[in-house]
């Protein structure tokens, strides 16, 4: 069984749409992360998530949005994609986000590519 | 300059060969990561401590808070140990949780 994973793997769309990424995990982990790797493959973090609250959300545009309908799924919501998204998006889970000594599991990730 | 610093940027061994990989960071951390990124992208997660030395079979990783500096070594290097390592600080403050990444070591193991 998949602990984390991510649909779809690859998306390529035209500047503009409007496009969702799915994240699901198996761990019954409180809190899920979203990160992004430019193509440096420098990883940032975008969101996390612990109980249907949004506890991190670092300055990315507001045209991304994640959505959470339960623990174990948190969806990232792109508006009006720019050519600057494109990258690798990495979705990533641990058991809470307070304490100190929490592995975080990541997802397969999903290759964005604006044209 | 970063937070988290890595050196090398990039490592090339012979099979066999001992490496090490450096991290130096700069902000107040509950822990630090590393993880390896495979040449498909999977990214897996090796270690995370807050002090001391940890190790996995071929794989250890140690820790001076006190010097702010962490370290991977991997002993009888092997060509399936090709990756990208990155070293992450998890860091207290405002975003408790947060991860600050390195921009990683590329390792490549000649055989």
């Known amino acids: 069984d998949t602990a984390v994973s991510q649909t779809p793997k690859y998306l390529v769309t035209q500047m503009g749409n409007d496009k969702s990424i799915k994240c699901e995990q198996n761990?019954?982990?409180?809190?899920m992360y979203w990160y992004k790797q430019d193509s440096k493959k420098f990883l940032k973090i975008m969101f996390s998530?612990?109980?249907?609250?949004?506890?991190i959300n670092e300055t990315v545009p507001n045209r991304f949005s994640p959505k959470s309908p339960d623990k174990a799924h948190l969806n990232l919501h792109i508006n009006s994609l720019e050519l600057g998204d494109s990258a690798v998006y990495f979705c990533a889970s641990s058991q809470d986000s307070q304490g100190a000594y929490n592995e975080q599991f990541f997802g397969p990730g999903t290759r964005l590519t604006v044209l | 300059k970063n937070e988290v610093e890595q050196s090398p940027q990039n490592l090339t061994a012979q099979e066999g060969e001992f490496i090490t990989i450096n991290c130096s960071y700069s902000?107040?951390?509950?822990?630090l990561h590393w993880l390896q990124q495979h040449p498909g992208g999977g990214i897996v997660s090796l270690f995370m401590?807050?002090?001391g030395k940890k190790k996995h079979g071929r794989l250890i990783a140690t820790i001076n808070i006190q010097e702010k500096h962490s370290s991977l070594h991997i002993t009888a290097s092997h060509p399936r140990d090709s990756a990208v390592y990155i070293c992450?600080?998890?860091?207290?403050?405002?975003?408790?949780?947060?991860?600050?990444f390195g921009k990683g070591t590329k390792l490549s193991v000649k055989p």
């Open positions: 401590l807050s002090s």
């Open positions: 998530y612990n109980n249907k609250e949004l506890i």
């Open positions: 992450s600080a998890r860091n207290y403050g405002l975003s408790q949780g947060n991860l600050i």
């Open positions: 761990l019954g982990h409180d809190t």
């Open positions: 902000v107040g951390i509950s822990a």
